[in-house]
Structures are given as structure tokens and as C-alpha cells.
């Protein structure tokens, strides 16, 4: 009898990965080379989310992709955040979203600036009627080898894009949550395992963890699910902008257990178990997607 069973060393891109031409800033997942793998062709949905609507902020390329793309296969409306320079990237995945029959929704917006993400869930509201699942994933990552490198400008930029967004976020949601609703945030095993090269990304990334288990005991008694997913090293367009130390991309993911670097893809489905029914009874939790290395808060 043969077994339906797939190694998942050998289920995605498993080699290193070649040198990167310089891109533009910020980086396009188009432009990447091999491309990541966020569902494009291979997320099948069932319906799970049928009627309801979604915001993903960052959800242009990498793992916002594959949660938008997931959450439309899924039934739900989904509206996509994007950073300006972006469009190409968010115009891709508006076209997936809207080849499902579901409503979809292109949103610039620049979260170094106070009250963009306040206007974003406002017309995501006017829009689509509702806002039922709030996936807070958009993030600012760039790697520096010294502090002398690290300036303080980008420091706040980082805290501002990563962690004061969203606060921002989740005092807006909270005048249109409704029980039954959920937020996902996005962290990072770097909130458990800090690199030196990654320190204020690191950071944000402990203060996001915290902040989800504190918003998750806020909105309990409103019965609005809060959790978070935590991926280890994940081919996205965020490793290319900076987001690595000189030299290290054709390394990127190989020391993980599994041996190579995550696909967006492979954490589709966490948020789409996270933000639908089947997930009545989780809240605070923190899902590690690492390939192997443990999370611990």
C-alpha cells in the first residue's frame, strides 16, 4: 500500500540559494530569484472562511501573500496593506484574490506615519461592511554587522513599522471587532532567539510576542481571538532588502533541522486554522513555523 507521505526536506526549494542582483528598495518578490512559493498554484481552499473579511497588512508578497491568497481560497474578502513602490507585487495578488469571486481590496500606506493604519481599517470597514480577521504582519527588517551601523533613525523607523502600528491597529479594530472575530500578529523566532545583526528587529519582534498575549487577555471577555505566528527563516522578499548581513543569502535557512529555508506557503494554513472556527478555543498562543528551531516566551 503506498503511503501519501512527502520528506519535507525535499518538499520545497532545497539548495542555496544564488547570489541576489541589486534590487530597489524595497524589494519585489517578482524580481526574486527562485521565487517564493506562496500558494500561487498550490493552496486549495474549503471554504473555511466563507462571509467573513480581512485585512493583511504587508500583504503584498512573502507571507501576507500567502495568507491573502489562503484567506481568499477560503471565501473570505480580503483587503491587502502595501508599502509604497510595492503596486506590482499587491496588483499580483489583487488579481488572485478576485479570480476566487470574493471582494479584494489594494491599500498603500506608510506605517512610519501615525493614523495610516487608523484610514486603512476604516476603508477595509466602508468597503467590505465588516472587519473580521486582522492579520498585523507588515515589518521593517534590516540587518547591521556594528551598532555604529545601526542609526537611531532607523531604530524608530523599526518600532514605528513593527510594534506602534500596531497598537494603532488594534485600537481601531477594536470599535469594529466583533465576537467571534480574531487578530493574528506576525512575530519571529527572533523574538526568542535574538540576533546581534538584527537587534532592534529582534526587539520589536519580543515586543510584539508580548503584546499579543496581552491583547489576547484584553479582548477575551469581547470574544475576539488574539494569537501570533512566530516564522523562523522564510524565503521572502524581506531577506533581500537588507534584511541579511553581507554574503549570507546562498546560506539563508540551511542550518535550520530541516535543512533549507521555509516557504511562505508552509505557514498558510496556520493562519487560516488561526483566524477560523476550528480555532474556537486558542487564544494567546504563539505558533513557531521554524523548521525545527524551538520558541519558548
Not at 480580503?78 to 471582494?103: P, R, S, T, W
Not at 551598532?147 to 533613525?153: C, D, H, P, V
Request: charged share 25%.
Amino acid at each position: 500500500m503506498t503511503k501519501n507521505l512527502t520528506d519535507p526536506r525535499d518538499m520545497f526549494y532545497n539548495e542555496k540559494f544564488p547570489e541576489q542582483a541589486d534590487k530597489s528598495s524595497p524589494a519585489l518578490q517578482k524580481e526574486m530569484d527562485p521565487k517564493p512559493d506562496c500558494g500561487e498554484e498550490s493552496y486549495k481552499g474549503s471554504g473555511r472562511l466563507e462571509g467573513l473579511s480581512a485585512l493583511v497588512t504587508g500583504g503584498d508578497s512573502g507571507i501576507g501573500r500567502a495568507a491573502a491568497i489562503a484567506y481568499a481560497r477560503e471565501g473570505a474578502n480580503v483587503a491587502i496593506h502595501y508599502l509604497q513602490g510595492e503596486e506590482e507585487d499587491a496588483k499580483e495578488v489583487l488579481d488572485l484574490i478576485e479570480a476566487e469571486g470574493v471582494k479584494g481590496l489594494m491599500l498603500p500606506g506608510d506605517f512610519r506615519s501615525e493614523g495610516v493604519v487608523t484610514e486603512i481599517i476604516k476603508e477595509v470597514v466602508a468597503e467590505f461592511g465588516s472587519l473580521d480577521i486582522l492579520v498585523l504582519n507588515a515589518a521593517q527588517q534590516f540587518a547591521r554587522e556594528s551598532l555604529s551601523e545601526l542609526t537611531m533613525e532607523q531604530v524608530n523607523d523599526t518600532f514605528k513599522v513593527n510594534v506602534i502600528s500596531m497598537f494603532e491597529a488594534a485600537k481601531e479594530a477594536e470599535k469594529h471587532l466583533k465576537p467571534g472575530a480574531s487578530i493574528i500578529t506576525t512575530t519571529s523566532v527572533q523574538s526568542f532567539d535574538p540576533s546581534d545583526t538584527l537587534m532592534d528587529y529582534a526587539a520589536t519582534n519580543s515586543a510584539v510576542s508580548s503584546l499579543t498575549v496581552s491583547l489576547s487577555s484584553y479582548f477575551a471577555d469581547k470574544g475576539v481571538r488574539v494569537n501570533g505566528v512566530a516564522p523562523g527563516p522564510i524565503w521572502t522578499p524581506l531577506q533581500l532588502d537588507h534584511g541579511q548581513p553581507e554574503g549570507a543569502i546562498p546560506e539563508f535557512g540551511q542550518n535550520s533541522l530541516l535543512g533549507r529555508a521555509g516557504q511562505p506557503v508552509e505557514l498558510a494554513g496556520v493562519y487560516v486554522f488561526l483566524a477560523s472556527k476550528d480555532a474556537s478555543y486558542v487564544t494567546g498562543q504563539i505558533y513557531g513555523v521554524t523548521g525545527g528551531e524551538n520558541i519558548d516566551l
